[in-house]
């Protein structure tokens, strides 16, 4: 309609939205849908905006992760880290990431990470001393942060989306000096739609061509009808999913 050129009635879509996606209906910028990628069902298709938006943005832009480089994922088998991983190794990167349990970490190889690391078990700092590690994409925050900067090759890139171990840290910040080390990070939901819109642009331009070749797939750990969000979000709280939780509506 006015104002929205691209879309028809009926057109099939996904869309990144600043709120109200717990519902049967809901009101989105034109600029901030993506088609449904051929031979992905609705509900992968679901699955993908929040979370590729995020890790496009993250990783390839602010992270700058290049061709032949390392990425360290913490939380691998989350929504974020299977598709962190899945768009690393098809863009041509290594990638290691950390997990809970041996499940997990089997799950982060079968998507092509080199070193999958229980950090329950195992130190993941020890573990990958020797890698060398380009960019890492952080969701805990806390004690490992030190531990981020210390795994860093020069010149690496520290990228935080969350904090959920803790917010503060100390470093040692003649080592980020000294080494050239770039700490940032991002979110999404306060940025402008002027924003997210060249952002939808660049995640069309570059990573729905992987979907329509194979290279990546969203990983959906189990659906629920949206009456039952609350036993959704007990089981995200729980940890026990592998990839993305998806509320289903009826058709």
């Known amino acids: 309609g006015p104002g929205a050129p691209r879309w028809q009635p009926g057109d099939a879509v996904c869309a990144l939205v600043a709120a109200g996606g717990y519902a049967e209906y809901a009101v989105v910028d034109a600029r901030h849908c993506l088609p449904v990628p051929a031979g992905l069902s609705m509900v992968e298709a679901a699955a993908l905006p929040e979370t590729v938006f995020t890790v496009w943005h993250n990783v390839f832009e602010r992270g700058y992760l290049q061709l032949g480089e390392t990425l360290l994922v913490h939380g691998g088998?989350?929504?974020?880290?299977?598709?962190?991983?899945?768009?690393?190794?098809?863009?041509?990167?290594?990638?290691?990431?950390?997990?809970?349990?041996?499940?997990?970490?089997?799950?982060?190889?079968?998507?092509g990470a080199e070193w999958a690391i229980n950090y329950k078990a195992d130190d993941f700092e020890q573990v990958l001393k020797d890698v060398g590690v380009d960019v890492i994409l952080d969701m805990i925050g806390g004690d490992y942060i030190p531990k981020n900067l210390r795994l860093l090759r020069d010149d690496g890139r520290l990228v935080f989306i969350n904090a959920m171990q803790g917010a503060t840290a100390e470093f040692n910040a003649m080592q980020v000096m000294s080494r050239r080390l770039t700490i940032t990070g991002s979110t999404l939901r306060p940025r402008s739609a002027d924003f997210k819109a060249a952002l939808a642009a660049a995640v069309e331009q570059h990573v729905w061509p992987l979907l329509a070749a194979g290279q990546f797939r969203p990983i959906i750990d189990r659906t629920f009808p949206l009456a039952e969000a609350a036993a959704a979000h007990q089981r995200m709280e729980s940890s026990a999913h592998i990839g993305k939780i998806v509320l289903t509506v009826g058709e």
């Open 77 to 111: 088998s989350s929504g974020i880290g299977t598709t962190a991983i899945q768009l690393a190794r098809a863009l041509g990167s290594r990638v290691a990431a950390t997990a809970g349990d041996a499940a997990k970490c089997q799950a982060c190889r079968d998507l």
